[in-house]
């Protein structure tokens, strides 16, 4: 068994689960996404004892279907959301330079002037990634960690994106944000961070009720049910918190990406900023991936209803996307080279407006009628925030002990040493048999959907899945059974 202090796995989550069920915490964190791991780190780095359950897997939720960006807030300036927009640039700032470099690197977004891209178009666009460069400069952030936006010629706009259509390109703008190498990555490092400083991170471990003091929770293997006690409680369930907290009307909005093969976009390390038709505020992005693969996003659709265990995509959302990117391509991108398509919902806090796109990204952070705290609605980008804001509410109302702040400002996320194998289990995907053990020692990976799905993201493309299942299954059960 690992005893690297950071390492989750079946082995640690069994000695955990008995002690969740003994000990009172002094927080209780329901919910594993960005936000919940967040939160339960937070507490961690302030000295706080911490329990964490997720109903299925870290990362089962909205984290794991993002864009994959960290933000400089750019798109908030547009709904003039000034301070949005601030705090997102600071949080990129932090992850960046001091919390995680080695999760995020810069990305290059080229906006093309081409023919179907309007004058309009393009003023909007140079000036939005002007001030997105100002954002950048308050936020201190240097520019060897995000180079400056430029004017490019046409030329240099093909190298970057041999794909567009050569005929009337006028060059383009060339901007810079934060690319995260994988959202779900996020969440199991920083969950694995809070688990170095002593949070017990318990999955497959449902909340049935919350009370100011507890839980009552629902084991999934077992369907044991027991009581967690706590001096305080954060829901932080996203589209689900409305479902423990019947005070929170969310009102979820469903987000497309499709994938494709880079490698019918010319395989451009660059991403590809298309506006919609008509409007000077909303983008289509191509954005490179690991492994030759590229999205491509994003839509914002209401969706009323039961919330769905996952979200699917719809058709029309599919061509609205090829129809966006293939104005202008050279070479349309077909249906049939979609190689796969997932949907997540945005976790946006009701406040009666017509549009989904029109409801404000900020989090909100309250505390409930019956004494816990509801934490939700911002991004992964400022994850930190929110759960700074949520534990500080937590220390007031609950009076748990304030002698230490947060710390995480400055404290960098668990590094990730995946012994290098010869042993190739995939070669088109280049899965090695060391990446899922080190999945099921290290990321608490406990099935082999854990493994396809969110410690790699092998499960974006259905073929890709089908093909590595049975090797990935063996390769887990056998790693599963070395450590009981
Ligand atoms: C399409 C799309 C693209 C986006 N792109 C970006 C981007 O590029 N950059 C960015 O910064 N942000 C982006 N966002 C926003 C960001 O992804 C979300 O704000 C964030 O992931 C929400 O995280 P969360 O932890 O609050 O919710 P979730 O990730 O949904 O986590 C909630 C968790 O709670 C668990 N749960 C639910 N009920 C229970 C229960 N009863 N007991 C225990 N556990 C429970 C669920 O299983 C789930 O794992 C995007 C959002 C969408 C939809």
Same mark, same amino acid.
């Given at each position: 068994?690992?005893?690297?202090?950071?390492a989750?796995?079946?082995?640690?989550? =069994?000695t955990?689960?008995?002690?969740?069920?003994?000990?009172?915490?002094?927080?209780?964190?329901?919910?594993?996404?960005?936000?919940?791991?967040?939160?339960?780190?937070?507490?961690?780095? !302030?000295?706080?004892?911490?329990?964490?359950?997720?109903?299925?897997?870290?990362?089962?939720?909205?984290?794991?279907?993002?864009?994959?960006?960290?933000h400089?807030?750019?798109?908030?300036?547009?709904t003039?959301?000034?301070?949005?927009?601030?705090?997102?640039?600071?949080?990129?700032?932090?992850?960046?330079?001091?919390? /995680?470099?080695?999760?995020?690197?810069?990305?290059?977004?080229?906006?093309?002037?081409s023919q179907?891209?309007?004058?309009?178009?393009?003023?909007?666009?140079?000036?939005?990634?002007?001030?997105?460069d100002?954002l950048?400069?308050?936020?201190?952030?240097?520019? =060897?960690?995000?180079?400056?936006?430029a004017v490019?010629?046409?030329? %240099?706009?093909?190298?970057?994106?041999?794909?567009l259509?050569?005929?009337?390109l006028?060059g383009?703008?060339?901007?810079?944000?934060?690319?995260?190498?994988?959202?779900?990555?996020?969440? @199991? %490092?920083?969950a694995?961070?809070?688990?170095?400083?002593?949070? !017990?991170?318990?999955?497959r471990?449902?909340?049935?009720? +919350?009370r /100011?003091?507890?839980?009552?929770?629902?084991? /999934?293997?077992?369907?044991?049910?027991?009581?967690? =006690?706590?001096?305080?409680?954060?829901?932080?369930?996203?589209?689900?918190?409305?479902?423990?907290?019947p005070?929170? %009307?969310?009102?979820?909005?469903?987000? @497309?990406?499709?994938?494709?093969d880079?490698?019918?976009?010319?395989?451009?390390?660059?991403?590809?900023?298309?506006?919609?038709?008509?409007?000077?505020?909303?983008?289509?992005?191509?954005?490179?991936q690991?492994?030759?693969?590229?999205?491509?996003?994003?839509?914002?659709e209401d969706?009323?209803?039961?919330?769905?265990?996952?979200?699917?995509?719809?058709?029309?959302?599919?061509?609205?996307?090829l129809?966006?990117?293939?104005?202008?391509?050279?070479?349309?991108?077909?249906?049939?080279?979609?190689?796969?398509?997932? /949907?997540?919902?945005?976790? +946006?806090?009701?406040?009666?407006?017509?549009?989904?796109?029109?409801?404000?990204?900020?989090?909100l952070?309250?505390?409930?009628e019956?004494?816990?705290?509801?934490?939700?609605?911002?991004k992964?980008?400022?994850?930190?925030r929110?759960?700074?804001?949520?534990?500080?509410?937590?220390?007031? %109302?609950?009076?748990?002990?304030?002698?230490?702040?947060? =710390? @995480?400002?400055?404290?960098?996320?668990?590094?990730?040493?995946?012994?290098?194998?010869d042993?190739?289990?995939?070669?088109?995907?280049?899965?090695?048999?060391?990446?899922?053990e080190?999945?099921?020692?290290?990321e608490?990976?406990?099935?082999?959907?854990?493994?396809l799905?969110?410690r790699?993201?092998?499960?974006?493309?259905?073929a890709?899945?089908?093909?590595?299942?049975?090797?990935?299954?063996?390769?887990?059960? !056998?790693?599963v059974?070395?450590?009981?």
């Open positions: 068994m690992i005893r690297e202090p950071s989750l796995n079946v082995a640690r989550r =069994r955990e689960l008995t002690l969740a069920a003994e000990e009172r915490v002094d927080v209780l964190v329901i919910g594993g996404g960005i936000t919940g791991v967040g939160v339960a780190l937070d507490a961690a780095s !302030r000295g706080l004892t911490v329990t964490l359950i997720e109903a299925e897997d870290l990362a089962f939720g909205t984290s794991r279907f993002s864009s994959k960006l960290v400089g807030g750019l798109r908030y300036l547009a003039g959301d000034f301070a949005t927009a601030r705090e997102s640039a600071h949080e990129r700032h932090l992850l960046m330079t001091s919390i /995680a470099p080695h999760l995020i690197h810069p990305l290059g977004q080229l906006l093309p002037f179907t891209v309007t004058l309009r178009q393009r003023v909007a666009g140079t000036v939005g990634m002007g001030l997105g100002v950048r400069m308050r936020a201190h952030t240097p520019r =060897r960690v995000l180079p400056a936006p490019v010629s046409a030329r %240099t706009a093909m190298r970057l994106m041999p794909a259509d050569q005929r009337g006028r383009g703008m060339l901007a810079y944000d934060g690319q995260l190498v994988d959202d779900a990555r996020l969440v @199991t %490092t920083v694995r961070t809070a688990a170095a400083l002593g949070a !017990r991170i318990l999955t471990v449902r909340a049935l009720s +919350l /100011a003091d507890g839980a009552s929770v629902e084991e /999934a293997t077992t369907g044991e049910r027991f009581e967690i =006690r706590a001096r305080a409680v954060v829901n932080a369930t996203g589209v689900w918190a409305g479902a423990l907290d005070s929170i %009307t969310v009102r979820p909005s469903r987000g @497309t990406h499709i994938v494709l880079a490698a019918d976009l010319g395989a451009p390390s660059t991403a590809l900023t298309v506006p919609h038709e008509g409007s000077i505020s909303r983008y289509v992005f191509a954005l490179p690991a492994h030759g693969r590229l999205i491509v996003g994003l839509t914002d969706s009323p209803g039961a919330v769905p265990r996952v979200a699917q995509p719809t058709e029309t959302e599919i061509e609205f996307l129809h966006s990117l293939n104005r202008v391509l050279a070479t349309a991108v077909r249906r049939d080279q979609v190689r796969g398509a997932f /949907a997540g919902l945005r976790p +946006l806090v009701d406040s009666g407006t017509d549009s989904t796109a029109d409801i404000s990204r900020r989090h952070v309250a505390a409930s019956s004494g816990f705290i509801s934490v939700l609605g911002g992964l980008t400022t994850y930190r929110m759960a700074e804001d949520a534990v500080d509410l937590a220390v007031t %109302t609950r009076s748990l002990p304030s002698s230490r702040q947060s =710390r @995480t400002a400055s404290l960098r996320l668990a590094d990730r040493d995946v012994p290098s194998s042993e190739l289990l995939d070669e088109a995907t280049a899965l090695t048999a060391a990446e899922v080190y999945a099921v020692r290290v608490g990976a406990m099935t082999v959907d854990d493994v799905d969110r790699t993201r092998i499960g974006l493309v259905d890709d899945r089908a093909r590595c299942r049975p090797v990935v299954e063996s390769v887990v059960a !056998r790693a059974s070395a450590l009981l």
